[in-house]
């Protein structure tokens, strides 16, 4: 019967395999330059977990999850651009996940029905969906399977104790280096002990010296953790720096996204990739007082009702679960203010609520003939009502386009998604409707100087270089933190727009910032081919490849640059290996493609174009590139 509820969660969840990398998983994987090295792997483990973006200035991010960026580097190995690989694993990863539900439920309960029950809802809620199917959340799933395997461990220390302390501590260990929320785990660990092993005759100080060492071996480790991540970061937390959140508005606004977790888990249909909360300027708001009232109350009848009930212990270990397994996510300072409640945040903490709703359905089914029929008609609907969910959860990480509309139908005015779904329409080749979506992101949020950018960028595209040029400089101007990359950007439409002297001063300034140097260096090749110089552009470029031979963008505008003085077989090797270097990269396969167009070898452009459309599914040049391949079209 277990194996039946892993198949039922395996059978739902195969809607997923047919999504493809979405949002955080184009930087993290598709774009990410280092992904495709093995150096990758070891490297992460001595810096945060987005340290690729810009190497020459870290910590890139708040984050130290050096688990999580191994997983890519494996899988990159083992499924390159093959989103369903990728997923499928994280399916696999799930079932492990619902098959130590039910082990550690049939302890909790000593029921093998209720254990199966929790295990089917575990495996079936539509909350987490985010989790099992976006490739980038990876870290708490991860975590989640490693600390449920070393809670049930810690259980069942007792069969053979030696071996499964090592073996809890190490998956323990494990569980802090996929997500920081593992930190609450040895408070499970002491609560474990408090309520559930302990004899509840017995003096609390008693009760709770015997719960002290095992959580104080789980917190030595944690204690080690937060030294190694200090270490590497420079700090243990930071507010996140793109993040507007004052303190006080974060404790005003806790209780709101305690009532809405809460919501979630009685609810779990409500499930999606946005959920809006407000931010709360006060305490004495009514937005932080009556969710506070509302929790205290829920707390109170809870007490009422469990006070004289024989199963109390297990149902306050179980709230205590969910409550415990949330906090760290309640460090709403370091989250962004527009996704301070996540579905993937409540992976572990659900567990808990399974539990009691698995345990309370079994006790009304035995209380005789009618209760059995409701409870199985109640159970039956829940399943499918959780399945149906479920499946329906998962379409809206298909691709960015459905991402973003799914947030925008949930959060209307939240900026971000319109900017979003902008990024998505420009990938497809709808630069109209691009357009439209940055002006509304703009109308929303005037002071975004993001968009403002962005805005300059589609101007690059559709030829509108008048715009373009002030949306840019204005958009760059109020960038938290301008990278050489934006400045580049400015250079090219002012070179395109013949104004030399503002494209020199922008390529000089870029030169000076972190990582400048490289950046520049491909920049002024880049202006030499499209001025006719291609000969200048590949003596730059061999310089700049001996001087960072790792780089595939260096040798994917050299492959241009020869490309250009029309020695073909030698830019085919360029493009050759920038893609050993990076083989899920969409710009040397593109390329590629082209120059064998031009050279008549279309079936082998065909190949290069399908390997454009597996790393960006809607790719307008390969899509426009492959039209004009079969219908014969002449190359140009």
Known sequence: MAGGVLAVTALVYLRGLANGFVFDDHDMVIANRFIGQWSFLWKSLARDSWWFMDPTHLPASSYYRPLQDIWLGIHFQLFGSNAVGWHATMVGLHLIAVRMVFKIAARLTRED??????????????????????????????????????FYLFMARAGAARRNWALALLLYAGALFSHESAVAFPALIGLYVLLIETDPAARLIARIRAAIPGAAAFAAETVTYLTLRRLVLGFISRPNALSHLTGAQAIATAPRVVMTYAALLVMPWLAGPAHQVSIVTSVAAPGCYLPMAALVSCGAILFAVLRRDPRARLYLFCTA????????????????EHALVQDRYLYLSSMGWCV????????????????????????????????????????????????????????????????????ALEQRGDLTGAERELKISLSLDPDASFTLYDLGLLHVRMGRLGESAGELAAGIKHLPRPVAQNYLMLAQVYDLNGDYARRDAELNYAESLPGGAEAVGLARAQVKVAHGDAAGAEAMLRGLARQYPRDYLVWTSLGRALAAEGRNEEALASYKQALNLTPAAAMPHFFSAQLLHAMNRDREALDECRQVLAAAPNDPRALALMTEIEHGATPH
């Open 113 to 150: 029905y209720a254990a199966l029950a929790a295990a089917l809802l575990f495996g079936l809620m539509p909350l987490h969906a985010e989790a099992v199917v976006w490739a980038s959340a990876i870290p708490l799933p991860l975590s989640g399977v490693l600390e449920l395997a070393a």
């Open 321 to 336: 679960w969910m409550v415990v397994a949330l906090m760290p996510m309640m460090n709403l300072r370091g989250l962004f």
């Open 356 to 423: 009691i709703a698995a345990d309370c359905g079994l006790r009304l089914y035995r209380r005789g003939a009618t209760a059995r029929r409701l409870t199985l008609s109640a159970g039956a609907a829940l399943v499918a009502l959780y399945a149906g969910a479920l499946w329906m959860a998962q379409g809206f990480w298909h691709d960015d386009q459905a991402l973003a509309l799914a947030c925008i139908a949930r959060s209307p005015g939240d900026p971000m998604w319109h900017n979003r779904l902008a990024s």
